[in-house]
Each structure stands twice: as C-alpha cells, then as structure tokens.
C-alpha cells in the first residue's frame, strides 16, 4: 500500500471537513458518505461531487454484508447518554445512539483504522460514563487498540482556540498485539485574526445595529456588577479567536472592529442604524478559514446554514495532522511487514529471467 490508496468511509460526515483533511493527503479515496441534513449535504456535494445522503441509523444488517470494503472509518458523531445502569458498559449498551451504528459497522468490517472526533465534553458527559461505554466497546468489544487525545486548533496552524477530543483505533495483530501510536506535537501558532479576515470591504449586513450593540452592552454591565462574565467579546486583529459555535452568543464571541465599511445603508431589517463603532461579526468565509478550509471549498448555502455548518465542522489541519500519523502507521504495519517478502519475490523474478536469458 505505500504511497498507494487507503480506502475511507466518511460517516455523519457534515460538510466533508475530515474527508477533506484526509483526501489533503493524496493517499485515501472515499467509497463511502452519509450525511441527513439536506443543507450539509448540498454543501458536500458542490466540494466532493457526490450526494452523501444517507442515514446510517436505517442501513440494515444485510446490507452490511454487502457494504464496500474499506479501510479506515471516519466519524465525527454527536454525542449522546447511554444507559448503562447495572449492566457491564459495552457494545450492547450502546443501542439507540448513533455511536452504536458505528461500532455495528466496525464490528461488520473489520476495517485497519477508525477516527472518532467529538467535543470535549464527551470525556465527562454523563459523569464520564458515556466516554468509558465507548472506549470499552471499541477496546474490549471491538478488539481495536484505541487511542484518544484533546487536541486544540490552535497548535496546529489556525488562529482559533477550539478543543475537541480524537479518538484513534487500529486493529490489533494476528495474536491480539497492541498498537502503538502517538499524536503529533503541537506548532508554534504564527497566524492570528488579522491573518484569515477578508481581504476587502464586507457588506454591511454583517454589522451590528446601533440597538443590538447598545443591548449588548447594558447586559454585559448588568452581568459584571453581579461578577458574571457575559458573551460578547471585540477582538483585536492580533488576537486568537474564541472557539466558534452555533448558537447562542457564537458570532457574538468573536467580533471585529473592521473601519473598511463606506456604505452605512442597512442591508437587512435591523432595529436602528449601522454602528458607527465598526463593529461587526465574522463571515462565512472566516469561520471556514478559522477551520482551515482552503478558499477553494464552496459555500452555496445561506449565511445561517454556512455558520451552522462551519461551527459544526473540525479543524482540518488537526485531522490532516493525525491523518498522516495514521496512515504512516498503516504503512508500517501493512507494508513494511511483507517488504522482505516482497524483495524475495522480486529477487526471483530476476533469476528466472537471468535463467530464461532475458
């Protein structure tokens, strides 16, 4: 397999970001997607050319014996409680969540790897049980050696602070041998704001109204004399942003004083005028660079959906770290333990063609 093709199947798959991250590394080709949110899957389908619509949770048993071979398992799912009340905290105990489509797949396949990426909560969801199902049903159930690290966007190239939890399988050896595996180190952050803003004037719809920021204020007062922190946060150009999220106060966390604005005429209907402040929040385009999407990948959705899926996404420069990690152990394992016998082959070749006088 070195330097050949690894094949992946990319589950709960939302706009591609760990496909992306894996595909960055010319050494993997998809044969698999599933994806039910009809935005998301537009989204995926102008990047990759493929419609990945398809709900994991209805692909039956029988037509698992007929699903395409594959070799690594990509999925970032949402995390869920298990009920594990007085039972033992494995496979069976997983039923009715969608990790449990996953492991049902794994067990079915048998694939050589897996990448699992959630949020950090999921190691101490449900007082930690949720964390140690699944590390148990992957460990002991599925018999793969797992790994699992936090690792922040922040270390790997984009200027954003955005922990999430990855977890790394592999399947153990003919006599149930372990796997060894480490994820890669963190890099020094050369990137800040200023580096993935647009690089001209925004329209104005992406600016606070003057009453929206005012609003804002008088709550952060009221939160602060009270000794609560309160959401909204201005950023500097040469600041890290904070972990973008949907919902909630997600654009608001990470505005911009961007002075490039020369037409104040409000674009959508906002209560009040445009602040004159300068103030306004992120695009699209940001958030995707805040993900380290390359400005090639295509947004055809509406801002709201773009922000939804962007604030749902990975960073890509983690996953293509630890994608050239995985596949450099597969190569290791797969390849470089039938290198002797393939010399041996070539080495007969050429006697027999030294004998036949070739």
């Given amino acids: 397999m070195r330097n050949g093709k690894y094949k992946t199947v990319d589950l709960f798959a939302g706009i591609g970001g760990i496909r992306l991250g894996f595909e960055q590394t010319k050494r993997v080709k998809n044969v698999f997607s599933a994806e039910i949110d009809k935005y998301a899957c537009k989204t995926y389908k102008e990047n990759f050319g493929e419609d990945p619509f398809c709900d994991v949770t209805k692909i039956t048993d029988e037509e698992l014996e007929n699903f395409p071979d594959f070799d690594i398992l990509l999925a970032g799912f949402p995390c869920q409680a298990f009920s594990i009340a007085g039972r033992r905290g494995g496979f069976e105990d997983t039923r009715g969540t969608l990790f449990f489509d996953i492991a049902r797949i794994i067990r079915a396949i048998q694939p050589k790897a897996f990448l699992l990426e959630n949020v950090k909560g999921l190691t101490n969801h449900d007082k930690g049980r949720t964390f140690e199902t699944i590390m148990n049903t992957l460990k002991n159930d599925l018999g793969y050696s797992v790994h699992s690290q936090l690792l922040n966007a922040k270390d790997f190239g984009v200027p954003q602070k955005r922990e999430r939890i990855y977890i790394v399988g592999f399947k153990k050896g003919e006599n149930g041998e372990e796997v060894d595996f480490k994820f890669p180190e963190p890099i020094k952050l050369k990137k800040k704001i200023k580096d993935i803003m647009e690089k001209e004037e925004v329209s104005g719809k992406y600016y606070l109204s003057n009453t929206y920021l005012n609003t804002l204020k008088k709550h952060r007062a009221r939160h602060e004399e009270k000794g ?23 654009k608001e966390r990470n505005l911009l004083v961007d002075k490039r604005l020369t037409d104040f005429t409000p674009k959508t209907n906002i209560k009040g005028e445009i602040n004159r402040e300068y103030i306004r929040k992120m695009t699209p385009r940001e958030w995707a660079r805040l993900q380290g999407f390359p400005d090639s990948f295509k947004i055809p959705v509406s801002d709201a959906q773009a922000y939804k899926q962007f604030g749902n996404s990975v960073s890509v420069p983690v996953v293509n770290t630890i994608a050239k990690k995985i596949i450099s152990k597969l190569d290791e394992l797969y390849y470089e333990s039938n290198k002797e016998i393939e010399i041996s082959t070539i080495d007969l070749d050429i006697k027999l063609d030294i004998a036949q006088g070739f």
């Avoid at 609560?228 to 946060?233: E, H, K, P, R, S």
């Fill in 228 to 250: 609560n922190g309160f959401g909204y946060a201005v950023l500097k150009h040469t600041d890290i942003a904070n972990t973008i999220v949907v919902g909630g106060m997600g």
